[in-house]
């Protein structure tokens, strides 16, 4: 009887030199023709295989750098293998019989750390709505995130006739033009510092036209010069002298390459890395991971949509002309679709009886506002965030408050609020009303018993606006269903569908407005409470569930945690209720006059005298405030022509900073105000090498205000002076 072959081995992993860190590793076995066989397990010491015998002698063994959970190819190919520089060991047996690898090269193991990009977009068509051409989102569309190749990985891979192709054509100190291919239709993407189809009218769709000879010679015009030393490379006789001239000059090449498809298949490829789903505004947002001390990513992306049940792609664009080349992490891209069969409007996905507190505005998520006390401290001074949001802090990095809840809500506000298909007409549930409060003043001292009372937010006319196609299905007519006031002083939830109102309607969006009001006509500035009930079609308040109240959360909504429901209402009616703070006063920026030795600039020439440039001090005061600390300022003192002074600042209204102490008394006998920021700084570390000079001093004061769709410029100041100093003698 013959013998049981053995299956499956294992074999220790080593370093040349230890990491400081762990390494996280994936074990692949490949079969000959580059299929995978099998994935491996890690042990944290030791690789275990289950290929029986036979397969070993021809299998090849991957050991390869694992990504964690932000990105993880499934069955990565043996080129993607090599572009991250996985180790291949030789399989061999010691004399034991036992599989023995050399070490994994210091080389190559000081390579494999990963850090994390962030990866954000919107996927968006141009519609011809009532005339005219609106820019839309397209929504539940899986978005396919890939890495392209970089050229230097596989220049070598391209046959050499190819490579002829390539030195003829663009050797010539005129390259011969092909026609535009086709079909289907050459799309021109993100090019290279290059800005293609700038003189082409507003509202059109630059990365949908296709290659007409009018746009061919447009593009032409824009494209890189390719100088007399990289046509002499092109011309050596040496293939890989041509292949390295290639590789690296892609970036001047790359461009040309859109009008050549004969090269596509050889110089573009790609591993598909992430897929991500978009929201109801078109967004996509998720992390990536790259090797550190490898190349930036170079990203490509394509989308498809499930279309009357059928997934149909709708965006992909040809690799070589809509690749990312070094991705800037962090950077919205904007994909546009042409496909026919994506309608507009994102009908609301949202099942059961819920209702989905979103946003206010189109962007300040509801969950990330500070809904208790909570005090964080801004330059060593502890400021309350109840009722502000972190709203594009990104913005704010350079102060120190990225991610931090500073922002508080002004001028005009609306409420975004998505209804569940068990809401609306012919449902228990089918009005809705806001009413609000001022609890607490701009200060947050305790507000008047008058302020406290509720009162309904119902003095605007609400509608929701839908969309119909025309007879041919080419463009759409912008329609509206009116939600009230209704006579008893409630608002109507619209149907789930449109289609309900009108035959081949779409709701132009998933959410509903749901509340539209000027913050300035309330009760004056400061903490509010907001809260949303729901009624019957008599109008009959009803009770609901906690968790009918949703908010964002994850990737979808989750139940609205506890700070959003006031426990001393009575009975078992819970409402949902949000604080939100608002703030609508300017900020204010002033600079005084400088002193120096006692001496005070002249208000109309600017000059003052210092007596020694070695002890003198320049003394500048300026005025960078907000009544509610709601700003940040920059102050820049340039000398001469925008040369920068050690007197450069910025930072928070709110306390000192690292060169300005904020006194909040009188300056005597300057000053009869408080809220003047002042420092004094060496003569001569202002001058430099000069013995007199002028300044200009700038300051620009931003006020933190949002209304949830933008960083609001309207409460900002600025104030421009300047001076000059010179010796007495």
């Known amino acids: 009887m013959a013998s049981k072959k053995k299956s499956g081995f294992s074999f220790p992993i080593n370093f040349e030199k230890e990491t400081p860190e762990k390494i996280e590793l994936r074990i692949l076995a490949y079969d000959r023709d580059g299929n995978l066989l099998e994935e491996g397990k890690f042990d944290g010491k030791n690789a275990h295989l289950s290929l029986p015998e036979e397969q070993l002698a021809d299998a090849r063994i ?26 291949e060991p030789i ?17 190559l193991s000081k390579v494999w750390w990963w850090v994390i990009c962030r990866v954000k977009g919107r996927l968006v068509k141009w519609f011809l709505i009532d005339g005219n051409w609106e820019l839309k989102p397209i929504c539940n569309a899986k978005v396919h995130i890939c890495e392209v190749d970089r050229i230097y990985w596989i220049i070598k891979q391209i046959p050499d006739n190819i490579i002829y192709k390539f030195r003829e054509i663009f050797y010539e100190e005129e390259i011969r033009w092909p026609e535009p291919p086709g079909p289907p239709p050459v799309e021109i993407g993100p090019i290279p510092e290059l800005r293609p189809f700038s003189n082409l009218q507003p509202n059109v769709n630059i990365a949908n036209i296709n290659l007409t000879a009018t746009s061919n010679i447009i593009q032409r015009k824009k494209l890189p010069a390719i100088n007399a030393d990289i046509r002499l490379q092109l011309a050596s ?3 890989d002298l041509v292949r390295t001239a290639i590789a690296e000059n892609f970036v001047i090449f790359h461009p040309y390459l859109c009008f050549y498809p004969i090269f596509w298949p050889y ?41 009357n049940g059928t997934p149909t792609t709708i965006y992909r664009p040809h690799i070589a002309c809509y690749t990312h080349w070094n991705y800037t992490c962090g950077k919205e891209v904007t994909l546009y679709s042409n496909h026919p069969s994506v309608k507009p409007g994102c009908p609301p996905v949202l099942a059961g009886s819920i209702a989905w507190v979103q946003t206010i505005g189109n962007h300040a998520s509801v969950a990330d506002i500070q809904q208790t006390n909570a005090f964080t401290n801004i330059q060593g001074k502890l400021f309350n965030t109840i009722g502000l949001t972190a709203f594009r802090t990104n913005e704010l990095a350079s102060f120190g408050l990225n991610g931090t809840k500073v922002r508080p809500f002004a001028r005009g506000l609306h409420f975004r609020v998505m209804f569940g298909n068990g809401t609306g007409p012919g449902h228990t549930i089918s009005k809705f009303l806001w009413s609000y409060r001022r609890t607490a003043t701009d200060k947050l001292l305790n507000s008047s018993a008058g302020d406290k009372v509720w009162t309904p937010l119902n003095g605007v006319s609400l509608r929701k606006s839908y969309l119909v196609p025309n007879a041919a299905g080419t463009d759409f007519d912008r329609k509206y269903y009116d939600m009230g006031p209704q006579p008893d002083g409630k608002y109507l939830i619209p149907p789930y569908f449109a289609t309900s109102i009108e035959p081949n309607a779409v709701w132009e969006d998933a959410e509903t407005v749901t509340a539209s009001f000027n913050s300035d006509t309330l009760k004056g500035d400061g903490l509010y409470e907001f809260k949303l009930e729901v009624f019957n079609s008599a109008g009959t308040l009803q009770t609901v569930a906690k968790d009918f109240y949703r908010v964002n959360g994850g990737s979808g909504s989750v139940a609205a945690p506890v700070e959003f429901f006031n426990p001393v209402f009575p009975g078992s009616f819970t409402p949902f209720r949000m604080r939100v703070r608002i703030d609508n006063q300017k900020c204010t920026a002033l600079v005084e006059d400088v002193t120096v030795d006692g001496n005070i600039s002249s208000s109309e020439c600017g000059f003052v005298k210092y007596v020694s440039k070695a002890t003198s001090d320049v003394n500048l005061r300026f005025k960078a405030s907000q009544p509610n600390d709601f700003g940040v300022f920059r102050f820049t003192v340039n000398r001469g022509k925008g040369n920068p002074t050690p007197a450069t600042d910025r930072g928070s209204v709110i306390n000192d900073t690292a060169k300005y102490n904020l006194h909040e008394g009188p300056l005597s006998p300057i000053d009869t105000a408080d809220g003047y920021f002042h420092g004094a700084f060496n003569v001569g570390s202002m001058l430099g090498h000069c013995t007199k000079a002028a300044f200009a001093e700038y300051l620009y004061v931003d006020g933190l205000h949002t209304d949830g769709n933008v960083v609001l410029d309207h409460f900002d100041a600025n104030f421009l002076a300047a001076f000059a100093l010179e010796p007495t003698t």
Do not use: H, M
């Not at 959970?69 to 996985?86: F, H, M």
């Open 237 to 239: 006789p040496n293939l």
């Open 267 to 307: 110089f573009y490829r790609c591993d598909e890395i992430k897929t991500v789903v978009t929201d109801s505004q078109g967004r996509f947002d998720t992390n990536i991971s790259y090797q550190l001390f490898g190349d930036k990513p170079d990203l490509y992306f394509w989308a498809e949509k499930s279309i």
């Open 91 to 107: 399989i061999r047996r010691n004399l034991d019989q036992q599989i023995d690898i050399l070490p994994i090269p210091e080389s």
């Open 62 to 87: 991957f050991i390869a750098p694992e990504s964690g959970k932000i990105q993880r190819i499934a069955e990565p190919s043996i080129e993607y293998l090599e572009k991250i520089r996985a180790y």
